[in-house]
Structure formats: C-alpha cells, structure tokens
C-alpha cells in the first residue's frame, strides 16, 4: 500500500486563529487524550467507555501509521483544537480499499467550523492513496452535527443499525454514511492483477 504525503505546514489563511492542520506527533498524544477521553465521558462519538491512556493512543497511532493513513491534528495559537485519522474499514483483504473516518474536536473549540476543516483534510489526503472509498459510522442520529458535516463533504446516508450500543444508559444507533474518493469503483484497484 502507499502512503500518503505529508500534511500541509501552512496555516489554511492569514488569521492568526485560523488553524494549522499537520500530521500527529507523539508529543501531541496527551492533548489528544484529553480531547478524547471528553469525548468518551460525555458524549457518544465514541462507544468507548473507559478513556485510552496516552500509551494506548500511541499504539493506536503507530496502527495508523503502519497502513499509511493520516492522522493529523489542528493546531490553533499553539494548542491542539481537534483531530482526525484514518482507519482500515475492516480487517479483511477484500476491504482494503476502503476506510473509515474519526474526527474530535476539542470542546473550547465547538462550533467553529473546525470539524468541517478537519475532516476536508482528511478527505483530501485519503485521495492520494489508493483508497476508493470512506465510511463514516455516526452515533445517536448525529446529534453533535455530523451528519450534516459529513453530507456537506459529499457523504451520503446508507443506512442505520438500530439498537446497536449501550452507553449512559441508553441504546444507540449507529447512522453509516459512505463518500468515493478519487476514482471511485469506475476502475478495480492498482493492486489487482489486469
């Protein structure tokens, strides 16, 4: 598999607020964690119950790593805001070209429109390997936004697993969306064999 090129150094405008997104560090990981573990406490992004510890996350950051996928930050007046990766769908060869999307964003940072820059960067960057689609796996309905966020990138509704989580005492759907990226499903993979 390839790997895809290194994120962009520059800030996306002239606004000193405007967020720089680059490509994780392992000095980034308690940032994450803390970003996370909210997420995790609070919310239903995440089915986790417990919050990773920030060796946990490095092991999950090395996995992304290991596939050539992205996993970038945004970094705003020197703090990370949020971040996002890439993961393998599934396991299974038959999958391999196909991904699934995780974006958080810091709390203090909600409503900015970082979610939406971030996940862009994502997409952008997912389009230079040889990945041809992504799978976005949305909790409670996309109560937070993401529904919107992600039908705003080109996402579409596939379906809804009804009753599949329980968390905070409550059973939980899961919405998939699905996106093409680059050429889609008109060519079979550069792997396979003509």
Known sequence: MSTT???????????????????????????????????????VA??????????DLR????????????YMVAE??????????????????????????????SDAYRGRGLGRVLLQALIERCETGPWR??????????SGGSLSLHAQLGFELTGTLKAVGFKHGRWLDTTLMQRTLGVGDS??????AR
């Open 133 to 142: 689609q992504m799978v976005a796996v949305i909790a409670d309905g996309g």
């Open 59 to 70: 092991t999950r950051l090395a996995s992304v790593r290991s596939h050539g996928l992205p």
């Open 46 to 55: 995440s089915f986790e119950e417990t919050p990773p510890s920030v060796d």
């Open 76 to 105: 705003i007046d020197g703090e990370v805001a949020g971040y996002c990766y890439a993961t393998p769908y599934r396991p299974r060869a038959a999958y391999r070209n196909t991904i699934e999307d995780s974006i958080y964003v």
């Open 5 to 43: 090129r290194p994120a962009p150094s520059t800030p996306h405008s002239a606004d000193s607020t405007a967020p720089l997104i680059r490509d994780a560090t392992e000095a980034d990981l308690p940032a994450i964690q803390t970003i996370y573990a909210h997420h995790v406490l609070t919310g």
């Open 187 to 192: 060519t079979v993979p550069d792997d396979v």
